[in-house]
């Protein structure tokens, strides 16, 4: 039988609290929800509640519910509607959202995955040879590779002075934070407060070069035969005259860069600080690097969905109920944020065995399933962009792991910290880099 309280029970502290918790201290303050209300439990955020679910089998019914009552795109909008614009599939709902899936589906569909590999690789291997011996930051590092293929392989940028001016501009977009990007929905903070008007002049110049990118890809001559993910954007759709326009297209790139860019680089360098503490698994992830084979690359995607199982980058996938509806036994109303903890859900010892290990067989062995794994969402949500993040990540370990040997700079590992949306190695995932004979 439905509960028909108003709201599961949750902490009592003041709003304002707990949404600096949920922001700073997630990890601490799901587990605190978990121990003390069990895993249906309401965070009390400022602007309205949110109900915490860590229940996998409420969890499915939530993904694969009536996308006209569960509103993902809704609930993301107010952080992210000033970075990636009010097109992007991130904010679109019912059929807006089913259109614009339809329409890029095909750039993350298996062939054209294939056709990314060997520049990916090309890149990748371009990028990790540079890198200096001694005592780095591997999130640094990460975080600029993936950059430089999402510049490339799906923006298509290959003019050298515009590359460099969009590395600058994108840097400067992905390191604000939750504030900054929230308030830039304000005119008079963007024309007068600092950082609010910085980052308005940056993201103002990126869209500058989007654009023109955008415009020469349309008119180029072999646009037919291009491969990157942005002429494919510009095919979209053209045979049934429902095509993309540039605006679109602009939004649906900011978000492939935030959402591929900044999680993949993140997703990395967890991976990297738990092979560095787990010594047998590091020397089977060489020995599959120097292979080149598909039981060799199966083992290293099992390195990266362990790594985003143990380290999740996002902690949740967020949906706004547009009427009442039951969800875990709840009858709740209209308005609530409804929210699968991954973190917990990822740490629940009845779903995987030893949660704080770091044990890549699971990935392998099929205890590992969409329904207790949920990096990329699930359901009609489920990321666009999870098999591209799989590939991508695949080659970047392969290049490392084939050039580099690593070693944590101390066993301790590392607390996350949190970077907008995402969680960061809070010291950056230090290691010892020395070059491999």
Same mark, same amino acid.
């Given at each position: 039988?439905?509960?028909?309280?108003?709201?599961?029970?949750?902490?009592?502290?003041?709003?304002?609290?707990?949404?600096?918790?949920?922001?700073?201290?997630?990890?601490?303050?799901?587990?605190?929800?978990?121990?003390?209300?069990?895993?249906?439990?309401?965070?009390?955020?400022?602007?309205?509640?949110?109900?915490?679910?860590?229940?996998?089998?409420?969890?499915?019914?939530?993904?694969?519910?009536?996308?006209?009552?569960?509103?993902?795109?809704?609930?993301?909008?107010?952080?992210?509607?000033?970075?990636?614009?009010?097109?992007?599939?991130?904010?679109?709902?019912?059929?807006?959202?089913?259109?614009?899936?339809?329409?890029?589906?095909?750039?993350?569909?298996?062939?054209?995955?294939?056709?990314?590999?060997?520049?990916?690789?090309?890149?990748?291997?371009?990028?990790?040879?540079?890198?200096?011996?001694?005592?780095?930051?591997?999130?640094?590092?990460?975080?600029?590779?993936?950059?430089?293929?999402?510049?490339?392989?799906?923006?298509?940028?290959?003019?050298?002075?515009?590359?460099?001016?969009?590395?600058?501009?994108?840097?400067?977009?992905?390191?604000?934070?939750?504030?900054?990007?929230?308030?830039?929905?304000?005119?008079?903070?963007?024309?007068?407060?600092?950082?609010?008007?910085?980052?308005?002049?940056?993201?103002?110049?990126?869209?500058?070069?989007?654009?023109?990118?955008?415009?020469?890809?349309?008119?180029?001559?072999?646009?037919?035969?291009?491969?990157?993910?942005?002429?494919?954007?510009?095919?979209?759709?053209?045979?049934?005259?429902?095509?993309?326009?540039? $605006?679109?297209?602009?939004?649906?790139?900011?978000?492939?860069? !935030?959402? =591929?860019?900044? /999680? *993949? %680089? &993140?997703? @990395?360098?967890?991976?990297?600080?738990?092979?560095?503490?787990?010594?047998?698994?590091?020397?089977?992830?060489?020995?599959?690097?120097?292979?080149?084979?598909?039981?060799?690359?199966?083992?290293?995607?099992?390195?990266?969905?362990?790594?985003?199982?143990?380290?999740?980058?996002?902690?949740?996938?967020?949906?706004?109920?547009?009427?009442?509806?039951?969800?875990?036994?709840?009858?709740?109303?209209?308005?609530?944020?409804?929210?699968?903890?991954?973190?917990?859900?990822?740490?629940?010892?009845?779903?995987? $065995?030893?949660?704080?290990?770091?044990?890549?067989?699971?990935? !392998?062995? =099929?205890?590992? /399933? *969409? %329904? &207790?794994? @949920?990096?990329?969402?699930?359901?009609?949500?489920?990321?666009?962009?999870?098999?591209?993040?799989?590939?991508?990540?695949?080659?970047?370990?392969?290049?490392?792991?084939?050039?580099?040997?690593?070693?944590?700079?101390?066993?301790?590992?590392?607390?996350?910290?949190?970077?907008?949306?995402?969680?960061?190695?809070?010291?950056?995932?230090?290691?010892?880099?020395?070059?491999?004979?």
């Amino acid at each position: 039988m439905s509960r028909y309280a108003t709201l599961p029970p949750g902490p009592a502290w003041p709003a304002v609290l707990q949404g600096m918790l949920y922001f700073v201290a997630r990890p601490e303050l799901m587990r605190y929800g978990r121990k003390h209300y069990g895993t249906v439990f309401t965070v009390r955020l400022p602007r309205r509640p949110t109900v915490m679910i860590a229940d996998v089998e409420a969890i499915r019914s939530l993904f694969n519910g009536p996308a006209n009552v569960f509103h993902a795109g809704q609930g993301n909008r107010e952080v992210l509607k000033p970075v990636v614009g009010q097109h992007s599939m991130l904010l679109l709902d019912e059929d807006p959202h089913l259109r614009h899936r339809k329409l890029l589906m095909p750039a993350f569909a298996g062939a054209s995955l294939r056709g990314y590999r060997e520049l990916i690789a090309e890149i990748t291997a371009q990028q990790t040879a540079g890198w200096a011996e001694g005592r780095v930051k591997l999130v640094k590092y990460t975080q600029a590779v993936t950059l430089e293929i999402i510049l490339r392989v799906v923006f298509g940028v290959t003019d050298p002075v515009r590359l460099a001016k969009m590395r600058k501009l994108v840097v400067g977009i992905t390191d604000a934070n939750v504030v900054v990007m929230a308030g830039s929905l304000s005119p008079f903070a963007t024309r007068y407060l600092w950082p609010w008007k910085t980052f308005k002049r940056t993201l103002d110049g990126l869209d500058e070069l989007l654009y023109a990118e955008i415009r020469e890809c349309r008119d180029a001559p072999d646009l037919a035969a291009r491969t990157d993910v942005l002429a494919r954007m510009a095919r979209a759709g053209g045979q049934d005259g429902d095509a993309l326009s540039d $605006v679109e297209i602009r939004d649906e790139l900011v978000t492939l860069l !935030l959402a =591929g860019h900044e /999680t *993949t %680089s &993140n997703g @990395l360098a967890w991976t990297l600080h738990e092979l560095m503490r787990a010594p047998v698994e590091l020397a089977r992830a060489v020995a599959a690097a120097d292979r080149r084979d598909k039981e060799g690359d199966e083992f290293l995607e099992a390195c990266f969905k362990e790594g985003l199982r143990l380290r999740p980058v996002i902690g949740s996938a967020s949906r706004l109920l547009t009427q009442p509806a039951e969800v875990a036994g709840y009858r709740l109303p209209a308005g609530v944020m409804v929210s699968p903890s991954i973190d917990l859900v990822h740490e629940d010892r009845t779903q995987h $065995v030893d949660p704080g290990v770091f044990r890549p067989d699971r990935c !392998l062995d =099929g205890s590992v /399933t *969409t %329904s &207790n794994w @949920l990096p990329f969402g699930g359901g009609v949500r489920r990321c666009i962009g999870a098999g591209f993040s799989l590939l991508e990540a695949v080659e970047i370990l392969r290049s490392i792991l084939q050039t580099w040997e690593l070693r944590a700079v101390q066993q301790r590992v590392e607390r996350p910290k949190s970077k907008h949306i995402t969680l960061v190695p809070s010291k950056g995932a230090m290691a010892v880099l020395r070059r491999r004979d």
